[in-house]
């Protein structure tokens, strides 16, 4: 299951016009990430549930569809349920071992280890885990040497932490866990279920991987999250064609001969980058964009239909869908949504 219901009000205010699972890196939806990492780790079904703005993600997929083979269904929430709580609702599609994943969280840890690990532990539940500088952010989690779960903190102060290892939201289950979960109530795993796995002495482990995983919680963490993976950092799909060591360009993309292109660039499907245009740094393009002559782009997110006026400099911005920044204007940093 691919948790996919919150607001991601920390991305405000990009998560004002788009539900987070939607916000493009590198010119593709959080989500479909997450739909490609499950499908290439063999993974034939998953379930989604949907609540804020929960029409934009049913428009994107509709309410069954499928990708790479795997089948995918969308099921909308009347009232929001929290992450347990939203998998104890489609409980009956859980016979079985199963994965939840967040659906608004880049990463590329190896499923099919992560399940191994839970199997051989003999585990009613396993958490994958990340070791992260700031633990303020973050639910930290202690483990022995064994693996075995012995407590949390939630965004802890780092003098305070009990350890460095975040809660990724990735976990494996087996079905008995949703009997800890009551039907048609908010419920959290972290805050309202793993604490009762203690209590009761379950069998619960942290699984620790080489692996990428960033929740993109910030602005900041979304421009950081495309230079990672346009830098080679995360093993995930590029769209477009590439051209050399770092630069992809979408279908019919145009990018008129003058350009100037230095750093690592994703220019999207149907883009044009006019006439002495100049972007550096790391700079995605989004499709249907259109950036006008003599314009400079440095270390910026476009997303799709964005548009950039003739001579205007934006340096460490995202601008958001359908965005025209007008002629000469000088930007730097922030988010420009429309109103």
Known sequence: MALAAGKGTRLFP???????????????????????????????????????????????????SQIN????????????????????????????????????ALTDVDLGELVAFHKEKGALATIALHRVFDTSEFGVVEVDEEGNILGFQE?????????????????????RVLEYVPEGTFFDFAQDVFPKFLENEERFVGYQGDFYWSDIGTLQAYRE??????????????????RGESLWVGEDAQIHPSASLEGHVLVGRDAVIGRDVTLAGDVTVGSDCWIRPNATIKSSILLPG??????????????????????????????????
Do not use: W
């Open 306 to 339: 964005a548009s950039v006026g003739d001579g205007a400099y934006l340096e460490d911005c995202i601008v958001g869908h359908g965005y025209d920044v007008r002629p000469r204007e000088t930007i730097r940093g922030g988010a420009l949504i429309r109103r």
């Open 225 to 242: 999250a495309q230079y990672d993976v346009l830098s080679g950092r995360v093993r995930v799909k590029i769209p477009g064609e590439k």
């Open 69 to 104: 083979g795997m089948k995918v269904h969308l099921e909308r929430e009347e009232q929001l349920l929290g992450t347990a709580g939203g998998v104890r609702r489609l409980a009956d599609r859980f016979d079985d071992t199963f994965v939840v994943v967040s659906g608004d």
């Open 14 to 64: 990009l998560t004002g016009e788009v539900p987070k699972p939607m916000a493009p890196v590198v010119d593709t939806p959080i989500i479909e990430h997450i739909f490609e990492l499950l499908a290439g780790h063999g993974f034939d079904e998953v379930h989604v549930n949907v609540f804020y703005l929960a029409d934009a993600l049913l428009g994107a997929y509709g309410e069954e």
């Open 155 to 175: 965004k802890p102060n780092p003098r305070d932490a009990i350890s460095t290892l975040a809660n990724t939201g990735i976990y494996v289950f087996e079905p």
